[in-house]
């Protein structure tokens, strides 16, 4: 790619997390604003999409041929697929050098752990981010129902952010099927850690089974999340759902806070989002 290549947008969480329906509905979304997002598929073992990809790592390899070619079940066959893929990383950065568009929105494997902390990932990343990318991590909203299940989302995201050094937002996927009352305590948390630690601490206290363990674990957690707020790199949790459309401006300006305008600026923006620059 050039100086003018668009700004990359990986779009990373746990299995199940909203990742594929958001490059979909992204996708959608953004022809009618007449934004030019192009689709990439970094997923080996996806059974199917359905946005347009402008390329699809499942033309390079086929997780079905990984498994039989090395005898390998679903979970091994994954993990030598994305180190395939990964190995590939120059082939991949050909095939998508040419295209123009406003912005790049990458679909990434099931697991984040094999996209994050494969070794051969991080030169993946390198070489299709191009210095103008940033990470856009789903949290599953029935995970991030409860404090526990939140505050790990948190710590995962921050160890993805940590690993991959990206300007990084998180949101929170699916809120279609949240509860008003159970999205809102959500975005408390996100929005102030105070509230959190007490939603943990209670949490702890009605479920610990080992004396003492469970505030032990709410501590740790919760002073963990200071020292990344306190050095500014705890991002703020932004509902999303790609299903109704919602947050989609939001991931747009997103990448145009880190990266700066493309094209000319949409109306309707919300803005304000809270992470680093
Ligand atoms: N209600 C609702 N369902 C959604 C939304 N986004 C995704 N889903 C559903 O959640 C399921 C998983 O969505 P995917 O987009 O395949 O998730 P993924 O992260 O790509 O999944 P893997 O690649 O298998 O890890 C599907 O059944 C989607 O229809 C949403 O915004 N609202
Ligand atoms: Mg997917």
Request: aromatic letters at 8%; hydrophobic letters at 45%.
């Amino acid at each position: 790619m050039d100086g003018t290549s668009p700004p990359v947008l990986f779009v990373v969480g746990t299995a199940g997390a909203g990742k594929s329906s958001l490059v979909t509905s992204f996708q959608r979304w953004s022809r009618f604003l007449d934004i030019d997002a192009l689709a990439i598929n970094l997923d080996p073992g996806a059974e199917r999409v359905h946005y347009d990809p402008e390329f699809d790592v499942r033309d390079l390899i086929s997780l079905s041929e990984v498994m039989d070619e090395y005898d390998l079940g679903p979970n091994g066959a994954q993990i030598l697929a994305a180190d395939l893929v990964a190995s590939q990383a120059d082939d991949v950065f050909e095939e998508i050098a040419g295209l123009s568009g406003d912005i790049m929105v990458i679909d990434t494997p099931g697991q984040v752990e094999l996209f994050a902390f494969r070794e051969a990932s991080s030169h993946l990343v390198e070489v299709l981010g191009q210095g103008r990318s940033c990470l856009i991590f789903l949290f599953d909203p029935l995970l991030s129902s409860t404090p526990s299940g939140f505050v790990s989302q948190m710590l995962l995201s921050s160890i993805v952010h940590f690993r991959l050094g990206l300007p990084t937002a998180n949101f929170l996927s699916k809120s279609d099927l949240l509860e008003p009352e159970v999205l809102e305590r959500i975005l408390d948390w996100g929005d102030n850690l105070d509230i959190l630690e007490v939603a943990l601490y209670e949490e702890s206290a009605k479920s610990s089974s080992s004396e003492g363990s469970g505030s032990q674990r709410a501590e740790f957690a919760i002073s963990q999340l200071r020292t990344m707020q306190n050095s500014a790199i705890l991002p703020g949790l932004i509902p999303l759902s790609s299903e109704m459309e919602e947050g989609l401006a939001d991931v747009l300006s997103f990448a145009q806070n880190v990266f700066g305008g493309m094209s000319d600026a949409k109306d309707g923006f919300a803005g304000d989002i809270d992470n680093e620059k």
